[in-house]
RNA sequence: GGAGGGGUGGCCGAGCGGCUGAAGGCGCAGCAUUGGAAAUGCUGUAUACGGGAAACUGUAUCGAGGGUUCGAAUCCCUCCUCCUCCGCCA
């Protein structure tokens, strides 16, 4: 959410960024609502002011004993008080309009992120190379049932379709991959693990921004208390703080939580039919810091890394892109996504994505913090980062790392979480 | 599920119809004291939204919402949440 002050003064900028978003809203009645609440904000607080000072004096009338002169004073408040509700129900009206306007507003993207719709979005780092197969390369599929580690089909019987049972070394390695993330940035990048709730409230779901626009999105529960089911651990981690006054000593606070992700794909009919890729149900390793306004870029280009790192000691090859302004999520001010190289699709697919959400979350969930001792509260800047998509990790793993004889080769810094397991399937083993 | 007790400022905690934006303490900041520090003393220290160039000023906020009243942190109702005990249970 941005803050109405930041609209009144930039509404140039923000249009324009609506533009550059390919955002269909228009700003047209901002200003005249803005301009209207702030008159009735006046009008009303003008005749409180007015009750509050005759208020006392109908109390020292009435010890006094003067009965009439405290009844005609009561009768002034009477008609006050009328006024005030009918000012008030007036600024309701315009101050909720206001409010469904501003709330829709998507985050301002940062002056770096190059303007258009997706075909914009530019790459600004390769790593590693894509493997050139002396043999037909399979996907993830076809090699996790071979190996006995995937079952789409009784996953599709007893839960429907987009979802996936895993079983022995394949449900082992969804584990090893967990640890294996939490480990490196726990040891490593120095984050704080967190294992938070996976079912969560309304508010929070406003504080990082999926609601009120994106409902469709999420798995919503029955028992009217008006639960969600998380569709991504930047929800309950980032909300962690809702509400809070953090101590800028101790800022930047960087979090890893593991978490399932539940995701309702509505409008996602038709696309990534096939296996792991798009799941109602998938594991997440999440990155998430709350940082100082003047250090959030480099705190995104430190997260950004160290979800790169994990792609690089599993020998995954892959791009870092620019998310466009078109492509740019609702909340974010500025996006990479971190997209490794499938084989058997012959091109990139995300597998991270990493975002500066400035100050737009923080306003959200009201989120704040004293740089130092008597100074203002300010808004925190929240990130967060995928460290990475747990699933399609699993899927990239078999599919780069696949050998002629369909087994995997399972990269060495990931052997010591699988028991020192170098291969899955091939040779002796799957032979006897 | 049953019974009871709480939610007040950055934190702890008093207040239980007007004199309370709210005692006291802690923390923090400034000043004094000191060779320096500790200790001590004094002073200051909430947020949001309006108005104002500023000094300053208005309104609101004691878990949330509603009600009673001229007036509510204080009384009433609903909800949320935390704690204790009993029951059930992974």
Request: aromatic share 8%; proline share 5%.
């Given at each position: 959410?941005?803050?109405l002050?930041?609209?009144?003064?930039?509404?140039?900028?923000?249009?324009?960024?609506?533009?550059?978003?390919?955002?269909?809203?228009?700003?047209?009645?901002?200003?005249e609502l803005d301009a209207a609440r702030r008159r009735l904000i006046g009008e009303v607080e003008q005749r409180k002011?007015?009750?509050?000072?005759?208020?006392?004096?109908?109390?020292?009338?009435?010890?006094?004993?003067?009965?009439?002169?405290?009844?005609?004073?009561?009768?002034?408040?009477?008609?006050?008080k009328a006024d005030i509700e009918a000012l008030e129900a007036e600024r309701e009206g315009v101050e909720r309009r206001l409010q469904e306007l501003v709330?829709?507003?998507?985050?301002?993207?940062?002056?770096?992120?190059?303007?258009?719709?997706?075909?914009?979005?530019?790459?600004?780092?390769?790593?590693?190379?894509?493997?050139?197969?002396?043999?037909?390369?399979?996907?993830?599929?076809?090699?996790?049932?071979?190996?006995?580690?995937?079952?789409?089909?009784?996953?599709?019987?007893?839960?429907?379709?987009?979802?996936?049972?895993?079983?022995?070394?394949?449900?082992?390695?969804?584990?090893?991959?967990?640890?294996?993330?939490?480990?490196?940035?726990?040891?490593?990048?120095?984050?704080?693990?967190?294992?938070?709730?996976?079912?969560?409230?309304?508010?929070?779901?406003?504080?990082?921004?999926?609601?009120?626009?994106?409902?469709?999105?999420?798995?919503?529960?029955?028992?009217?208390?008006?639960?969600?089911?998380?569709?991504?651990?930047?929800?309950?981690?980032?909300?962690?703080?809702?509400?809070?006054?953090?101590?800028?000593?101790?800022?930047?606070?960087?979090?890893?939580?593991?978490?399932?992700?539940?995701?309702?794909?509505?409008?996602?009919?038709?696309?990534?039919?096939?296996?792991?890729?798009?799941?109602?149900?998938?594991?997440?390793?999440?990155?998430?810091?709350?940082?100082?306004?003047?250090?959030?870029?480099?705190?995104?280009?430190?997260?950004?890394?160290?979800?790169?790192?994990?792609?690089?000691?599993?020998?995954?090859?892959?791009?870092?892109?620019?998310?466009?302004?078109?492509?740019?999520?609702?909340?974010?001010?500025?996006?990479?996504?971190?997209?490794?190289?499938?084989?058997?699709?012959?091109?990139?697919?995300?597998?991270?994505?990493?975002?500066?959400?400035?100050?737009?979350?923080?306003?959200?969930?009201?989120?704040?913090?004293?740089?130092?001792?008597?100074?203002?509260?300010?808004?925190?800047?929240?990130?967060?980062?995928?460290?990475?998509?747990?699933?399609?990790?699993?899927?990239?793993?078999?599919?780069?790392?696949?050998?002629?004889?369909?087994?995997?080769?399972?990269?060495?810094?990931?052997?010591?979480?699988?028991?020192?397991?170098?291969?899955?399937?091939?040779?002796?083993?799957?032979?006897?």
């Amino acid at each position: 959410m941005l803050g109405l002050d930041f609209i009144r003064q930039n509404l140039e900028l923000v249009r324009q960024s609506l533009v550059n978003r390919r955002s269909d809203l228009t700003l047209d009645a901002f200003a005249e609502l803005d301009a209207a609440r702030r008159r009735l904000i006046g009008e009303v607080e003008q005749r409180k002011a007015l009750l509050n000072r005759i208020s006392p004096q109908i109390g020292a009338l009435l010890k006094s004993g003067q009965q009439s002169a405290a009844d005609a004073k009561r009768a002034e408040m009477r008609q006050l008080k009328a006024d005030i509700e009918a000012l008030e129900a007036e600024r309701e009206g315009v101050e909720r309009r206001l409010q469904e306007l501003v709330r829709v507003i998507p985050n301002v993207p940062h002056a770096s992120v190059p303007p258009g719709d997706e075909s914009a979005n530019q790459e600004v780092a390769r790593w590693g190379a894509p493997r050139a197969f002396d043999f037909e390369p399979k996907d993830h599929v076809e090699l996790g049932v071979a190996l006995d580690m995937l079952d789409l089909d009784r996953a599709a019987k007893i839960s429907g379709a987009r979802f996936a049972a895993l079983k022995g070394l394949g449900a082992k390695l969804e584990r090893a991959l967990i640890n294996f993330m939490l480990d490196l940035h726990l040891g490593e990048h120095g984050y704080v693990e967190v294992l938070p709730p996976f079912i969560v409230n309304a508010d929070s779901l406003f504080g990082t921004g999926q609601l009120p626009k994106f409902e469709q999105d999420l798995f919503k529960l029955t028992d009217e208390r008006g639960l969600y089911l998380i569709p991504t651990a930047e929800v309950p981690v980032t909300n962690l703080h809702r509400g809070e006054l953090l101590d800028g000593a101790r800022l930047p606070i960087r979090y890893v939580a593991y978490t399932p992700c539940f995701r309702s794909e509505a409008g996602s009919y038709g696309r990534d039919t096939r296996g792991l890729i798009r799941q109602h149900q998938f594991d997440k390793v999440e990155l998430v810091a709350f940082a100082k306004p003047e250090e959030s870029y480099a705190e995104l280009e430190r997260l950004t890394s160290h979800a790169e790192a994990v792609l690089q000691r599993l020998e995954l090859p892959y791009r870092k892109v620019t998310l466009a302004t078109g492509d740019l999520g609702f909340a974010s001010a500025k996006t990479y996504d971190l997209e490794v190289w499938l084989p058997s699709q012959g091109t990139y697919r995300e597998i991270s994505s990493c975002s500066n959400f400035e100050a737009f979350q923080a306003r959200r969930a009201d989120i704040r913090f004293r740089r130092e001792p008597g100074a203002k509260p300010e808004f925190v800047h929240t990130l967060n980062g995928s460290g990475l998509a747990v699933g399609r990790t699993w899927l990239a793993l078999l599919e780069n790392h696949q050998q002629a004889d369909g087994s995997v080769t399972i990269p060495p810094s990931l052997r010591p979480y699988l028991g020192g397991l170098a291969q899955l399937g091939g040779g002796p083993r799957s032979s006897a």
